[in-house]
Nanobody, 122 residues
Framework: QVQVVESGGGLVQTGGSLRLSCAGS????????VGWFRQAPGKEREFVAG?????YYTDSVKGRFTISRDNAKNTVYLQMNSLKPEDTAVYYC??????????????????WGQGTQVTVSS
């Protein structure tokens, strides 16, 4: 069983930065593709960024967000800069052995964290 735990959310002003962390358990986590998704109230969950052999970003965050991983710590990070109010959402980390293709699809992932709230004030 793989446990995935997000942290690092909070309240920031427009233009500010946050770094989200996704900590995974087990030796297999480092071999999994990992994605970040977000869901605003009343809206569909959307792909934000993913990392496997490459890094992938949705267009709306490209140039502002950076996904990276530290396998020694079993942790994936999402550095979020130049935050905008439209970035406000619950952010979820997801991982799975099949997450090297179709990374933008939520059903690709097997393991999900509980979510961490990111709020960007106007």
């Amino acid at each position: 069983q793989v446990q995935v735990v997000e942290s690092g959310g909070g309240l920031v002003q427009t233009g500010g930065s946050l770094r989200l962390s996704c900590a995974g358990s087990g030796r297999t986590f480092s071999s999994y593709g990992v994605g970040w998704f977000r869901q605003a109230p009343g809206k569909e969950r959307e792909f934000v960024a993913g990392i496997s052999y490459y890094q992938y970003y949705t267009d709306s965050v490209k140039g502002r967000f950076t996904i990276s991983r530290d396998n020694a710590k079993n942790t994936v990070y999402l550095q979020m800069n130049s935050l905008k109010p439209e970035d406000t959402a619950v952010y979820y980390c997801a991982a799975g052995p099949k997450a090297t293709m179709r990374m933008r699809a939520a059903d690709t992932y097997d393991y999900w964290g509980q979510g961490t709230q990111v709020t960007v004030s106007s």
